[in-house]
């Protein structure tokens, strides 16, 4: 079974930084597709960051470039999301979600992509 085990969530202050892991089994991180969305109250669901290492491929949204990074450790089979910058407006429920055997050249922000998801970690950001 492919699961996905998020942590690195918890209170911050504007302008802080936060890491983020997620740590993958079921599958080989590096011939999938994983990366993160978040949600906030009263907002709809936005991707934020992908991976395809396979092909050398990176997805950030325009909200988080600059700020964000996402990596992989391929040893420990598990995908960082490096928050800096943080704003209030980051404040969120972070999801690692990932495509175990993508067809085709995609990455990006589409839901229905991806097939696996975490439980979701907890990120505020407030003085």
């Known amino acids: 079974q492919v699961q996905l085990a998020e942590s690195g969530g918890g209170l911050v202050q504007p302008g802080g930084s936060l890491r983020l892991s997620c740590a993958a089994s079921?599958?080989?991180?590096?011939?999938?597709?994983i990366g993160w969305f978040r949600q906030a109250p009263g907002k709809e669901r936005e991707g934020v960051s992908f991976i395809k290492t396979s092909r050398n491929m990176r997805y950030y949204a325009d909200s988080v470039k600059g700020r964000f990074t996402i990596s992989r450790d391929n040893d420990n089979n598990t995908v960082y999301l490096q928050m800096n910058s943080l704003t209030a407006e980051d404040t969120a429920v972070y999801y690692c979600?990932?495509?175990?055997?993508?067809?085709?050249?995609?990455?990006?922000?589409?839901?229905?992509?991806?097939?696996?998801w975490g439980q979701g970690t907890q990120v505020t950001v407030s003085s």
């Open positions: 079921g599958f080989t991180l590096d011939r999938g597709v």
């Open positions: 979600a990932a495509n175990r055997r993508p067809g085709g050249g995609y990455i990006g922000p589409l839901s229905n992509y991806y097939d696996y």
